[in-house]
C-alpha cells in the first residue's frame, strides 16, 4: 500500500511569487485535504476536494485555490505569497468525504517566504 | 474559548511510567476524536481514533472519550524515549467537507 506523497519537501520563495504544491493521495483513498501548519500551532484546515471538486474551505483567501485530479491527486496553489504563509503545507487523504473517515497525512512541504 | 485545548507541556515522564494527555473540546457537536503523534520536524502521524464514549485500547495506547464533559485523553503505558513527541487532538463533526479541527499539542518528553 503506497503512503501519501508530497512534492516538494522544501520550497524558498519570495513574497508575491506564486507557488504550485503537489499531493499523491494513499491508495485507495478518494478525498484529499490540505492544511497549513505554522511553527508551534496544530494544523489549520484549507480545503478538501472530493471527485475532482472542492468540497469544504476553511478561513482562507481565495487567493488558496486547489485542484484535484481523475487519480484523486492534488495541487495547492498560494498566489501573491505574503510572509506569513511561510508554514508546513500538509495534504491528507481519507477514504471518504465525512471528516470522520481517518486521515492520513504526507510527509508535509516546507515552504518560506522571504 | 478555543475549540480544541491542550496543555502545552512539556510534560515530562520518566521511562516505563504512564504519560497522561489531555484534550477538551467547545462544540458539543463534535463526533469524531483523533490522536496525532508528531515528532520535530515531520508530519502528524495518526495513532488512535475514537467515536463512542469510554475507552478504545491499542497496544500500549488507550484512548478515552467522555462527550458529556467534552473531554478526551490518551493514555500511554509504559513510555518509552522514542515517545517524546508532540501529542496533537482533533476533532470533527462527522460532516462532509468538513475539518478536523486540532489543539495546538502537548509536547512528552520520557527520560531514561
Known amino acids: 500500500e503506497t503512503g501519501v506523497t508530497q512534492s516538494p519537501t522544501h520550497l524558498i520563495k519570495t513574497r508575491g511569487q506564486q507557488v504550485t504544491l503537489r499531493c499523491s493521495s494513499q491508495s485507495g483513498h478518494n478525498t484529499v485535504s490540505w492544511y497549513q501548519q505554522a511553527l508551534g500551532q496544530g494544523p489549520q484546515f484549507i480545503f478538501q476536494y472530493y471527485r475532482e471538486e472542492e468540497n469544504g474551505r476553511g478561513n482562507f483567501p481565495p487567493r488558496f485555490s486547489g485542484l484535484q485530479f481523475p487519480n484523486y491527486s492534488s495541487e495547492l496553489n498560494v498566489n501573491a505569497l505574503e510572509l506569513d504563509d511561510s508554514a508546513l503545507y500538509l495534504c491528507a487523504s481519507s477514504s471518504g468525504q465525512a471528516s470522520s473517515y481517518e486521515q492520513y497525512f504526507g510527509p508535509g512541504t516546507r515552504l518560506t517566504v522571504t | 474559548q478555543k475549540e480544541v485545548e491542550q496543555n502545552s507541556g512539556p510534560l515530562s515522564v520518566p521511562e516505563g511510567a504512564i504519560a497522561s494527555l489531555n484534550c477538551t473540546y467547545s462544540d458539543r457537536g463534535s463526533q469524531s476524536f483523533f490522536w496525532y503523534r508528531q515528532y520535530s520536524g515531520k508530519s502528524p502521524e495518526l495513532i488512535m481514533s475514537?467515536?463512542?464514549?469510554g475507552d478504545k485500547e491499542d497496544g500500549r495506547f488507550t484512548a478515552q472519550l467522555n462527550k458529556a464533559s467534552q473531554y478526551v485523553s490518551l493514555l500511554i503505558r509504559d513510555s518509552q524515549p522514542s515517545d517524546s513527541a508532540t501529542y496533537l487532538c482533533?476533532?470533527?463533526?462527522?460532516?462532509?467537507?468538513?475539518?478536523?479541527?486540532f489543539g495546538k499539542g502537548t509536547t512528552l518528553s520520557v527520560s531514561s
Open positions: 475514537i467515536y463512542s464514549n
Open positions: 482533533a476533532v470533527s463533526k462527522n460532516q462532509a467537507g468538513t475539518a478536523l479541527i
